[in-house]
C-alpha cells in the first residue's frame, strides 16, 4: 500500500490531522490546524513575550539557552525516536542532525553578545568631534516555516540564532513533522515558563500562509523554491523581510589528483543518506575525464553496499512525502529516455515507499536529471576534460546551495569559482556543521544566511548613534556657515582625497 500524507479530520472539538509514519503509515500524532485568527493570536502573545525575552540581555538568554541545550542534549535518544517516527531515517541520522543542531543552539548563545552587541565605529577626520557606535536589536517577533527533512536541523538554525538576538518565535513545522516540533518547543518551554517566547503553530500551507501575513518582523522559510516565491509575495504585502532557504541541485567536482576513495565516498552518501532528501545533498557530479573510470567504478562498487529500508540494517528509510516518488521516477526515466545509462538502479528503484540508490552516466546536461532538483536518492556522473568545464557545468544552474571539490591543489582555486553559497573541500558537507559558518544560497536556492554572525545579525536590526563630544571647530550643518568655512572645507577634503 502506498503511504498518504497527512490528513485533516474533524473531530467533535476542533479540526486536527494525523502525522503518519512514512514507513507503515500508522499514526504517530494528532494536532491541531491552527486557523489565521490563532496565528494572530500567537503573533500577539510573542510581542508581549519578546519585550521580557530582551530584557534579560545577551547574559540571561544565553543562560537559558544553555539549559535548553542541556535538555535536549540528555534527551536526544528520545529526540530521534519522534524524528524517526515522523521522518522514517535510521536513528544515526536522526542523532547527526540533532548533535548539529546542539552545537548551533551553543555557539548562537555563547557570541550573541560579540555580533551584536554595541561597538565604536571611526567618525573619521571631518566628524571627528562626534562619538560613533552601532548596536544590534531584535526585531520583535520572528516566524520560522521549517521542512520535514531535517525536521531538527534545520529550523533550529533559524530559531536558536532568532532566539540569542533577543526576538520571540512562533514556529511552524511542516505537517509531516509537527511532533518533532511540538518536543523542540516543549523542552523550551520547560526551560522558559514565564513567558511565550517560544510557541508552535501546526497545520498546512495555510497555517503557513496565516504567519507570513500575521505581522511578525521576519519570516524565515525553508522549503522548496516555488513555495518560497509564494512566501515572498504574501511577505510583500507587508513588506515583511523574509530569508528564503529553498533547494539546491550541488555537484561535486573531482578533480586529477583528488583522492578518489575519499571523493567515491563523499558522493554515496551525499547522494543516498536520508534517501537524497537533503537539499545541499550531492546530485551531480563532474569528474576529470583521467580519473572518471577509475572514480566511477568506486562509486559503482560503494554503493551495491546501500540499501533503503526500515530494517536495521538499512542504510537510509522511506520517502518522507510520497509525492516525491513520482519526481524521481520521472527524472530517472528521462535520464534513460536521453540515452544515460543506470550503473547501479534505474527506474525500478522506485517502489511505493522506497528508493534504492541509483547512479547514473552519459546523462545530457540539460536533461530533467541535471538540471531540476531531483530530491531523491539519485545521481548523475559526467566526465569533463579538466576543471574549467567542469566549474562551468557545475555553474550551468539556476540553484546555487552548496558544492563540494575534491582536489589536492586547485581546491581554494575551484572552490571560490563556484556559484554557490558554501562549498567543502575534501570533505562532504562539512560547512553545515561549523557553527561559525554563515548558510544559504543563490538564484533559486534563495537568499539570506543562517548560522554564524551572518545569522545573528539576520534577526536583528543595526542602530547607529552619533554622539557629539565637543563643538567642532568648523561649524558645517548650520545656516551660518561663512563662505571661508566652505573654501576650508574643499582645502582640507582635496589634500585628503584629491591625489592623483
Known amino acids: 500500500m502506498t ?8 473531530p467533535a472539538v476542533g479540526e486536527t490531522f494525523d502525522s503518519l509514519s512514512p514507513a507503515t503509515d500508522e499514526v504517530v500524532g494528532t494536532y491541531p490546524i491552527h486557523s489565521a485568527a490563532d496565528v494572530e493570536a500567537a503573533v500577539e502573545r510573542a510581542r508581549v513575550a519578546a519585550e521580557w525575552w530582551d530584557s534579560l540581555g545577551f547574559d540571561g538568554r544565553a543562560e537559558r539557552l544553555r539549559k535548553w541545550k542541556g535538555v535536549v542534549t540528555r534527551r536526544l535518544a528520545q529526540l530521534c525516536q519522534v524524528v524517526r517516527d515522523e521522518t522514517g531515517k535510521p536513528i544515526a541520522d536522526a542523532q547527526l542532525e540533532a548533535v548539529l543542531a546542539i552545537e548551533h543552539i551553543a555557539w548562537a548563545g555563547k557570541n550573541a553578545r560579540k555580533v551584536l ?28 516555516i521549517g521542512p520535514w527533512n531535517y525536521p531538527v536541523f534545520t529550523p533550529l538554525g533559524s530559531i536558536a540564532y532568532a532566539l540569542a538576538a533577543g526576538n520571540a518565535v512562533v514556529f511552524k513545522p511542516s505537517e509531516c513533522t509537527p511532533g518533532v516540533g511540538k518536543w523542540l518547543v516543549d523542552a523550551f518551554n520547560e526551560i522558559v515558563p514565564e513567558a511565550p517566547v517560544l510557541q508552535l503553530i501546526t497545520g498546512f500551507g495555510e497555517t503557513g500562509a496565516a504567519l507570513t501575513r500575521s505581522g511578525v518582523n521576519k519570516i524565515a522559510f525553508t522549503g522548496s523554491t516555488a513555495t518560497g516565491k509564494k512566501i515572498m509575495a504574501a511577505a ?8 528564503i532557504e529553498a533547494g539546491g541541485k550541488d555537484p561535486v567536482l573531482v578533480d586529477v589528483d583528488a583522492d578518489l576513495d575519499a571523493a567515491a565516498d563523499a558522493t554515496v552518501w551525499g547522494a543516498f543518506s536520508n534517501s537524497g532528501q537533503t537539499c545541499i545533498g550531492v546530485e551531480r557530479v563532474y569528474v576529470h575525464e583521467k580519473v572518471h573510470d577509475e572514480f566511477v567504478a568506486k562509486v559503482v562498487e560503494k554503493s551495491k553496499g546501500v540499501r533503503a529500508g526500515s530494517d536495521a ?3 537510509y528509510g522511506p520517502m518522507t512525502m510520497p509525492s516525491q516518488l513520482n519526481v524521481v521516477r520521472r527524472h530517472i526515466e528521462d535520464a534513460l529516455a536521453r540515452g544515460g545509462k543506470a550503473l547501479v538502479g534505474g527506474a525500478d528503484a522506485v517502489g511505493d515507499r522506497y528508493v534504492q540508490p541509483t547512479v547514473l552516466v552519459d546523462v545530457p546536461e540539460d536533461s530533467e536529471a541535471v538540471q531540476e532538483e531531483t530530491f531523491g536518492p539519485t545521481v548523475t556522473i559526467a566526465k569533463v576534460r ?16 552548496g558544492s563540494t571539490v575534491f582536489s589536492k591543489a586547485r581546491g581554494m582555486e ?27 544560497g543563490v538564484g533559486d536556492s534563495g ?15 543595526s542602530k547607529a548613534i552619533a554622539r557629539q563630544k565637543f563643538t567642532a571647530p568648523i561649524a558645517l550643518t548650520t545656516f551660518a556657515r561663512k563662505e571661508k568655512t566652505d573654501v576650508l572645507v574643499a582645502k582640507l577634503i582635496t589634500i585628503l582625497h584629491g591625489k592623483r
Open 447 to 461: 537568499f539570506g544566511r543562517i548560522h554564524g554572525a551572518d545569522g545573528l545579525r539576520e534577526f536583528a536590526r
Open 386 to 401: 579538466d576543471m574549467d568545464e567542469a566549474v562551468e557545468k557545475a555553474n550551468n544552474t539556476k540553484y546555487g546551495l
Open 313 to 315: 540494517g538499512a542504510q
Open 3 to 10: 503511504a498518504v500524507q497527512p490528513k485533516p479530520s474533524t
Open 117 to 144: 552587541g554595541k561597538k565604536k565605529r571611526p567618525a573619521g577626520l571631518l566628524m571627528s568631534n562626534q562619538s560613533a557606535t552601532v548596536e544590534y536589536q531584535p526585531l520583535g517577533v520572528v516566524g520560522v
Open 414 to 440: 575551484l572552490a571560490g569559482k563556484l556559484r554557490t553559497g558554501m562549498t567543502s573541500i575534501n570533505a562532504p558537507l562539512s560547512f553545515a556543521g561549523i557553527a561559525s559558518l554563515p548558510f544559504g
Open 236 to 243: 510583500a504585502d507587508t513588506l515583511t523581510p523574509v530569508i
